[in-house]
């Protein structure tokens, strides 16, 4: 699989690669989802049609939405609706980063070509329907990480932020 240099993926995961139960997320952790603006304001998302319809509200104040699905004639206010991950990438090709933000099957799909990951481990193991791939450390190196503890949800997590080898 060619590496795009432009793909990056952005996801919280559980110890066990767990991402989702019931269309919705795991924990609720409001850093993280600061996070996750901060790093994808201005920025153009790739997502499927089950994770846009999991969020509370679309689209995301200032970010290009593609939804990937196979149900084209579905409109979906300030979406673009696509139908194949070729065609995702080719809508961002003169993009200098563009996101994978979920879920399951989007991110199996375009993992293998990924260049970068942002993740947000929670070490914690969560019962799910939802699952990441199992990454293999030995193919990425480690740009940054931040450890952390969240008191209300009382567990630690860490945002790692890793680069393709
Ligand atoms: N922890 C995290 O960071 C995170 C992030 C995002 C999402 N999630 C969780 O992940 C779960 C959703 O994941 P999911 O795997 O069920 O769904 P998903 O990947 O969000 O969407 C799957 C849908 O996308 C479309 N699709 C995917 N690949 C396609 C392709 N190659 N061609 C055409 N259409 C394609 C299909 O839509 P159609 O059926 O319309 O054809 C498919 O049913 C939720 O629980 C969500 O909360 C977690």
């Avoid at 919280?12 to 603006?37: M, V, Y």
Wanted: proline share 4%.
């Amino acid at each position: 699989m060619t590496i795009k240099n432009n793909i990056s993926i952005i996801v919280a995961i559980a110890q066990n690669f767990a991402i989702g139960k019931n269309n919705d997320l795991l924990f609720h952790l409001p850093n993280d989802l600061k996070r996750f603006k901060e790093i994808t304001t201005g920025k153009t998302l790739i997502m499927g049609r089950n994770t846009l319809l999991s969020l509370p509200k679309w689209p995301l104040p200032n970010r290009r939405h593609i939804v990937i699905s196979d149900k084209i004639n579905d409109c979906f206010e300030g979406c673009e609706v696509i139908s194949s991950i070729d065609e995702a990438l080719e809508k961002v090709n003169n993009e200098q980063e563009a996101f994978i933000i979920g879920g399951g099957m989007v991110y199996r799909q375009f993992y293998p070509m990924a260049k970068k990951l942002y993740l947000t481990l929670v070490h914690k193991d969560f019962d799910a329907d939802v699952f990441f791939p199992e990454i293999d450390y030995n193919e990425w190196q480690e740009e940054s990480r931040e450890d952390l503890y969240d008191d209300k949800n009382n567990f630690r997590y860490s945002y790692l932020n890793l680069l393709r080898k």
